[in-house]
């Protein structure tokens, strides 16, 4: 469709001519698309949630007496997970935007990752108590980065959350921080449900999931891998996915030289 591409106009150019006026906007329109699905998504993804809650609100309502007391305890559990989802869902709206917004400079703070990752260890050793999968950190305690300590925070534990929701139960997860040919190298290894690769170059878009009800249901929101590529992008850095159906998924990314620390202080410690 032209119109999509071209903003067009013809002008009569002297007695005899017309001169034609073309400007490409297919950014603009590309762009425009993009913030109309955002509001779509994010409208869609908040209705869902607001009408389970408003639901047993308007029946509770009416008769308030009429449930018995098993009924209220699920009724209770559902509007309770549903509120959680919405704010789960502004949490990461909201880190989203401030990582877009940011004017924080990489280069100002060194990022005691080692101590970083061992906060996000026991976050994830209480979600992982259902799937009980071994879980397995290698983390060279020597190794820092420059950076912005909060946004690189939700990089890595968005990815090894998510090791633990899409791998089925009792699997193995291996977590590493450590030094690859003078970069700091980050990698979180699964065998669990692994991507087609048909999804990967779509993978790290807003509410873009493989299995939506999937993904509802262990409470994602879909913007995870979007903050992880953006968190990469402010740092130079770019989400690698190594995936096989059945088999697991390898995320890795990796720091430039230039911000990679080797704290010799630590390294006298140790
Ligand atoms: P969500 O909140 O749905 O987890 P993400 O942006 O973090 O959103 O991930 C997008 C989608 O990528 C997920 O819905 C899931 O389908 C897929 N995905 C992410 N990590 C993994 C993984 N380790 N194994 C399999 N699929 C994954």
């Known amino acids: 469709n032209i119109d999509k591409i071209l903003e067009y106009r013809v ?5 005899k001519h017309l001169l034609l006026v073309a400007r ?5 329109t590309q762009l425009e698309e993009m913030r109309k699905d955002f509001v779509a998504n994010v409208s869609h993804e908040l209705r869902t949630p607001l009408t389970v809650l408003n639901g047993y609100l308007e029946m509770f309502n009416a008769d308030p007496q009429a449930y018995p007391p098993a009924f209220m305890q699920k009724a209770f559990g559902e509007m309770t997970s549903q509120t959680r989802r919405m704010q789960s869902l502004i949490e990461q709206l909201l880190i989203l935007s401030r990582i877009e917004a940011s004017a924080e400079r990489v280069y100002e703070k060194i990022v005691d990752v080692p101590q970083v990752l061992a906060a996000i260890q026991s976050e994830a050793a209480a979600l992982n108590q259902d799937k009980g999968h071994e879980i397995e950190f290698t983390v060279d305690p020597q190794l820092r980065v420059f950076g912005i300590e909060t946004e690189l925070r939700s990089a890595f534990s968005n990815l090894i959350f998510n090791a633990i929701h899409y791998t089925p139960a009792k699997g193995k997860i291996q977590v590493g921080w450590r030094l690859r040919n003078k970069a700091a190298e980050f990698y979180v290894q699964d065998n669990g449900e692994g991507i ?19 993904s509802r249901k262990t409470g994602g929101s879909g913007l995870g891998l979007a903050i992880v590529k953006h968190v990469l992008t402010h740092h130079n ?8 159906v059945g088999k697991g998924s390898c995320f890795s990314f990796h720091f430039s030289t230039e911000l990679t620390v080797v704290n010799s202080h630590a390294s006298h410690q140790s």
Do not use: C, N, Q, W
Not at 11 to 15: A, L, R, T, V
Not at 24 to 28: A, G, K, P
């Open 11 to 15: 002008m009569p150019y002297g007695e």
């Open 196 to 214: 087609a690769e048909k999804h990967l170059a779509r993978l790290t878009e807003r509410f873009y999931r493989v299995d939506k009800a999937r």
């Open 24 to 28: 490409d906007v297919t950014r603009v």
């Open 237 to 244: 850095s770019r989400l690698e996915i190594d995936s096989e």
